[in-house]
Each structure stands twice: as structure tokens, then as C-alpha cells.
């Protein structure tokens, strides 16, 4: 995966008129919105910045992740808002092991809610259904059993389950 440069513009509503750059300097891996807080939380590889909506400020680093049990640094490859909670996928398996972590926004500590039991697997985006109560990500490798697609994870009951859900063309 290539490193992205964020420079988000905003945009006139009514006009559709770009209304410029809102900020610069963050390299932006995934980003997650608690809309409830109107937070938005921008994952630059292994931190995570905090920007407040509408706020004219930069990002401000919030923690860098990491998995408590072990001491790995967690890469935010994808990440999730649900339930009150950041979710962030690790996939690249250099620092931890690949799955789905629940972020503590105070502490930084990176509780994995869902190991992926298939390495071939490949999530680089990351959404929560509130009706449901799952997740969606895009797997983009095409030497997962199903091949590349949306799988649904539904992790956060008794019984977890990854279910693939529809393929896209690679």
C-alpha cells in the first residue's frame, strides 16, 4: 500500500465551491468518525490524531497504539467507529498479530477483539453497520478462499463470524 498525504479541501454545500485546504501534514492511512462527538480520527500509520468538526485547528495526536499483551505497535491500517468505540484493523502483521482492535482513546492500549484466522486476508477499509451491530471491510486479496470483496465480521457477540458478503473485481 502506498503512504497518502491528507489535504482534505472543504466544500460549499450550496454551491459546491471548494472552499480551500482545511488542513495539511498529516499522513492519513484510514480515518473513523464518532459522529455523536463530531470526531473525526485520522490514523497516520501507528498514531492516531483527533480533529474536532468544523474545528480551523490541525489534528492533534491523540496515542500510537499498542497492544498491551505484548508491547506490539499496532498499524492503523483500517479503521471504525461503533458503539462508542474505535476499532482499528491490523493487517500487515510486522508489528502484531493481523485482526481487529479495539483502540482505548485515553490510554492507547489496543485490545484485539478479532484475530483474522485467515492470513490471506487483506481488510483496507473498515465500516460499522449501528443496525446490525457488524462490521464491513474490503478485502483486497484474491488468495482469500473467496477472493477479493466485502466480508462482514460480525465480532462483538458470544458467536463471532466473518461471512462473505459480495466480490468486486480485483
Given at each position: 500500500r502506498t503512504r497518502r498525504r491528507w489535504r482534505s479541501s472543504g466544500a460549499d454545500t450550496t454551491t459546491t465551491a471548494s472552499t480551500g485546504p482545511l488542513f495539511f501534514g498529516v499522513e492519513s492511512v484510514s480515518l473513523a468518525a464518532d459522529d455523536t462527538n463530531e470526531i473525526l480520527y485520522i490514523a497516520a500509520q501507528f498514531d492516531i490524531y483527533a480533529w474536532p468538526f468544523n474545528d480551523p485547528n490541525p489534528p492533534v495526536l491523540l496515542v500510537s497504539p499498542v497492544?498491551?499483551?505484548?508491547?506490539?505497535?499496532?498499524?492503523?491500517?483500517?479503521?471504525?467507529?461503533?458503539?462508542?468505540?474505535?476499532?482499528?484493523?491490523?493487517?500487515?502483521?510486522?508489528?502484531?498479530?493481523?485482526?481487529?482492535?479495539?483502540?482505548?482513546l485515553s490510554t492507547g492500549d489496543a485490545t484485539p477483539v478479532y484475530l483474522f484466522p485467515d492470513d490471506t486476508i487483506d481488510i483496507g477499509g473498515l465500516s460499522y453497520n449501528s443496525a446490525t451491530g457488524t462490521f464491513f471491510g474490503t478485502n483486497d486479496s484474491s488468495t482469500y478462499p473467496s477472493g477479493t470483496g466485502i466480508v462482514e465480521f460480525d465480532i462483538l457477540g458470544a458467536v463471532q463470524t466473518e461471512t462473505f458478503i459480495a466480490s468486486y473485481p480485483t
Open positions: 497492544d498491551p499483551s505484548n508491547g506490539n505497535a499496532i498499524r492503523c491500517e483500517a479503521m471504525a467507529f461503533g458503539q462508542g468505540r474505535l476499532f482499528a484493523v491490523e493487517e500487515f502483521n510486522t508489528t502484531g498479530p493481523e485482526g481487529i482492535y479495539e483502540i482505548d
